[in-house]
């Protein structure tokens, strides 16, 4: 802690953090981070500490902290243009670069992208357009969006009631009523151990038709799912659920909105997730790996059957009613055309596959023999552990024994950023794609040694 803190006493009295105890955070029960540098996989704080940030701040910053080539690139934005809006056929030479880069790399199905500026902002832009979609077909009863428990997309009103996790729900008054939510797809917290991963699949399908069935097919727009859950748990899918969804989807005539912030621009180790199980999405979310978030900026990736009912609703009612203010922002597409140039000339997707492999495998070396290491999962550069009080009846710690941040803060003490994901003991990796196999020997070596530090 520095002597003189005023910068800490101005943060304790002035910033409002998001994900926070706020009591804890403006009495100074917690202490304050202030970040004041990073290169490559490592971060800096104003106090000497040099942290090897294995969560990539929040599996968002996919090239690595310092490069040069993104900075230069936003500040000649900066120099040259730095805003102009994208209302009224409006663009920038980055923002419609940036908008061929994306389709150039997407499923070959999709057809336009619309910018915004974060993740949440985009699954609102989606939910809109499916209704838009919906009431130009004239199927005004189409409207409601189906998720699943332990799914991640956003703390907005809507996208906060799309998210399936307790703590953005409770005293929001959330999930509002057009949100349904099933089956995730986690086949380590099955109910009945006794099911195989086929069975299981098979179960998560039964209730996804039966929600289907009580609510009629002809109420229900859209399903939206990540392709491996993030913040849930960094749970990758059981092998076959992905096409059994999908069939029930398409059976039903049902809109697939896949949310690939997290797993867009190579975190699986494929440009993304949607190639790597096979969907046929009729909107893709992007944000975060778009510009390693070195400036604000998510996207909404249309389909071409989308795209076509769209056009038919601006031509019957004139101009589409949605824009931000921020939409295509010319300094957050700069930064995305220079990210998305270094994720192809530094090899990142590749990367991802090749270390996230042998990350994973070292982890299982480290630890799968630990008596309280009940799963380790992962695919490309997710990585995740779960803690468990006797992995043998797979019964799980109290809550208030505080395992997961316990492990978390002990491996941050030994010099490595994790988190500790929320509903349950579980401490998820989601390193920058740059990781080298020398620096995943280093998480997992300390991550050992704080697994014996808490749990013996």
């Known amino acids: 802690m520095l002597t003189n803190d005023q910068l800490g006493q101005w943060d304790r009295e002035s910033f409002f953090h998001p994900s926070t105890h706020l009591g804890q955070h403006a009495r100074g029960e917690a202490p304050t981070r ?6 490559g996989v490592y971060i800096e704080d104003r106090d000497g500490n040099r942290l090897l940030d294995a969560f990539a701040g929040l599996y968002c910053v996919n090239v690595g902290y ?5 900075a230069e690139a936003i500040a000649e934005q900066a120099r040259q243009l730095s805003y102009y809006h994208a209302y009224v056929g409006h663009g920038t030479e980055s923002s419609i670069t940036l908008a061929k880069m994306v389709l150039d790399r997407a499923p070959k199905n999709m057809s336009k992208v619309y910018f915004g500026l974060g993740g949440s902002d985009a699954n609102e832009t989606n939910i809109k357009m499916v209704w838009y979609y919906n009431n130009i077909l ?38 509002l009523s057009p949100v349904l939510h099933t089956e995730a797809p986690y086949y380590y917290r099955r109910a009945d151990l006794a099911m195989s991963e086929a069975q299981f699949v098979a179960h998560c399908v039964s209730e996804l038709e039966a929600m289907i069935e009580r609510e009629g097919a002809d109420t229900i727009a859209a399903f939206i799912g990540e392709p491996a859950l993030g913040t849930g748990g960094l749970v990758p899918p059981p092998q076959g659920y992905w096409p059994a969804i999908q069939a029930v989807l398409d059976k039903h005539d049902i809109l697939l909105i896949v949310d690939e912030v997290v797993t867009a621009f190579g975190r699986l180790g494929s440009m993304f997730g949607s190639d790597k199980y096979g969907l046929k999405p009729d909107i893709i979310t992007i944000a975060k790996g778009l510009t390693s978030a070195y400036a604000p900026l998510s996207g909404s990736i249309f389909s071409e059957r989308m795209w076509d009912v769209l056009v038919r609703g601006t ?31 530094m090899g990142l997707v590749e990367n991802a596959g090749t270390v996230g492999a042998y990350f994973k495998a070292a982890m299982s070396d480290a630890l799968a023999a630990h008596p309280n290491v009940g799963d380790i999962r992962g695919v490309g550069l997710l990585c995740a552990v779960e803690f468990v009080k006797d992995r043998d009846s797979r019964t799980f710690f109290d809550a208030g024994e505080k395992v997961g941040p316990r492990l978390a803060a002990a491996l941050l003490a030994r010099g490595v950023i994790a988190r500790a994901m929320p509903q349950g003991d579980i401490i998820g990796f989601a390193p920058p794609l740059c990781l080298t196999r020398e620096e995943a020997d280093i998480v997992v070596g300390s991550f050992a040694q704080a697994v014996k530090d808490v749990l013996g």
């Open 138 to 175: 004239g199927r005004p009863q189409k409207k409601k969006i189906i998720s699943r428990w332990r799914g991640y997309h956003g703390s907005g009103l809507m996208t906060g009631s799309l998210t399936g996790l307790s703590g953005f729900h409770n005293k929001f008054d959330l999930p």
């Open 315 to 345: 031509d019957e009612n004139g101009a589409i009613g949605h824009g931000w203010t921020y939409s295509a922002h010319p300094i957050g597409a700069a930064a995305g055309i220079a990210n998305l140039k270094l994720v192809d000339s």
């Open 66 to 70: 310092g490069r040069q080539e993104v």
């Open 34 to 39: 202030i970040v004041t540098g990073g290169s």
